[in-house]
């Protein structure tokens, strides 16, 4: 698991500045992930020149409801200081009702209702598909937790349990959120540099999976990460909407390209399938490791709301400090 003492010696190594930069990637990078993958959402697949040239024409890099959640996250974590299951609820409502055509499926403005209508916020979840939903709603989300919990990892996966459990109360779910959030802290906690070691991230993430099926579709990274067909990763590791789906699929894009954010993130959205989400995910991982620099000027400088999400990538790493 988890070793302090290498923690606080890769932080005395890297210094302030890099743990901001880290934040405000992984909070960034959801957001670029999401806005480029956007528009070819349900694609069979998806030629990275087609992406690049929708991207120039696009004056606005506009994101979905996986940013829009992600900001929720974020804005509940600095008010509370950390987390409160009744806020982020409440929060998500809020943001849903001032805002609600950001693409969001059936099932959050559902449990929306119930929450507005009086049900906890952490059983409404559960009225859901026969025990509640174990999609990648909670895990597209969880960069906020991800890196503000990086130096806490057992507290981490309990928040992000929970946060899950608001809207995913599947332990599929959960899992997904969970490993995702865990992926994106060790990611936060390394430096940079030629000697990244693929195997020992996966090990780390093997080890840290609870569910059979995350350590099958883990354990089927490290094989693939030599494989050129793109049909052949989808059917080992999925680009749909389940979380089992769509987390590995997402580690694998940045493993496979973990020295460069844009290679990372065109690849996932190469993959077609859920391609806002998967690129989503993958910008989060890559952006806690290679922190904001590592996003290309002209996705950031397109990005809707980039200052605010600025803003509160600063404000978490105040908190911290």
């Not at 989300?141 to 459990?165: M, N, T």
């Not at 996932?268 to 998967?278: F, H, P, R, V």
Request: glycine share 10%; aromatic share 10%.
């Amino acid at each position: 698991m988890y070793n302090e003492l290498s923690h606080k010696i890769a932080e005395a190594r890297m210094g302030e500045w890099t743990f901001v930069s880290k934040f405000l990637g992984s909070l960034l990078g959801t957001a670029v992930g999401d806005a480029l993958g956007a528009p070819f959402e349900g694609w069979y697949r998806v030629g990275l020149e087609e992406i690049e040239s929708v991207t120039e024409r696009r004056d606005i890099l506009v994101y979905t409801d996986d940013t829009h959640m992600m900001i929720g996250v974020a804005e509940s974590l600095i008010r509370c200081k950390g987390f409160d299951g009744e806020d982020m609820a409440q929060t998500f409502v809020r943001n849903y009702e001032l805002d609600p055509f950001r693409g969001y499926g059936p099932g959050p403005p559902r449990i929306f209702r119930l929450i507005r209508s009086g049900e906890p916020w952490d059983k409404a979840a559960q009225r859901l598909y026969g025990g509640g939903s174990y999609g990648n709603g909670s895990a597209m989300r969880v960069a906020p937790i991800g890196v503000f919990y990086h130096d806490s990892l057992d507290r981490l996966g309990e928040v992000a349990y929970k946060s899950s459990q608001i809207t995913h109360a599947h332990s599929l779910g959960q899992e997904g959120a969970a490993l995702q959030a865990y992926a994106i802290a060790l990611a936060t906690n390394l430096e940079p540099s030629s000697s990244f070691s693929r195997s020992d991230f996966l090990a780390k993430l093997s080890t840290y999976a609870k569910e059979d099926i995350y350590r099958q579709r883990l354990s089927r990274v490290a094989t693939l990460l030599t494989e050129q067909d793109k049909a052949k990763i989808v059917a080992e590791l999925g680009n749909g909407i389940e979380a089992f789906n769509s987390v590995p699929t997402a580690i694998y894009s940045f493993l496979l390209h973990h020295d460069s954010f844009s290679k990372a993130v065109l690849y996932a959205i190469s993959l077609g399938g859920d391609t806002d989400t998967i690129a989503a995910m993958t910008g989060a991982i890559s952006g806690a490791y290679l922190g904001i620099e590592s996003i290309p000027d002209s996705w950031k400088g397109k990005l809707e709301n980039k200052p605010y999400i600025e803003e509160l990538a600063k404000k978490l790493w105040s908190l911290k400090s």
